[in-house]
């Protein structure tokens, strides 16, 4: 069974960047989409952005489109999540997830999440 971490998250102002990171066990790393949510203090958990087995394609929420970009590397069994232009809004404990199954991307179904890693964003 494959486990993510993530790592990356931390404190930062209001225009100023991230680039969160999933490391991935197992060898069945590259055969699944991978995505990221989040959510925040009150709030239910929300899609984010997600990437195709081999990274040739890729999807995001209205609300990060053009400021976040998702990729991989499958060499090193890792998935990254480089936010740019952070708003306030955007602090949330972030997760990644393996989504399992073919109905690209909005029918995947996610599971084997990890721990998530905390983004607060200052104004």
């Known amino acids: 069974q494959v486990q993510l971490v993530e790592s990356g998250g931390g404190l930062v102002q209001a225009g100023g960047s991230l680039r969160l990171s999933c490391a991935a066990s197992g060898r069945t790393f590259n055969r699944y989409a991978m995505g990221w949510f989040r959510q925040a203090p009150g709030k239910e958990r929300e899609f984010v952005a997600a990437?195709?087995?081999?990274?040739?394609?890729?999807y995001y929420a209205d609300s990060v489109k053009g400021r976040f970009t998702i990729s991989r590397d499958n060499a090193k069994n890792t998935v990254y999540l480089q936010m740019n232009s952070l708003k306030p809004e955007d602090t949330a404990v972030y997760y990644c997830?393996?989504?399992?199954?073919?109905?690209?991307?909005?029918?995947?179904?996610?599971?084997?999440w990890g721990q998530g890693t905390q983004v607060t964003v200052s104004s």
């Open positions: 997830a393996i989504g399992y199954g073919s109905r690209w991307p909005a029918g995947l179904d996610y599971g084997s």
């Open positions: 990437i195709s087995w081999n990274g040739g394609s890729v």
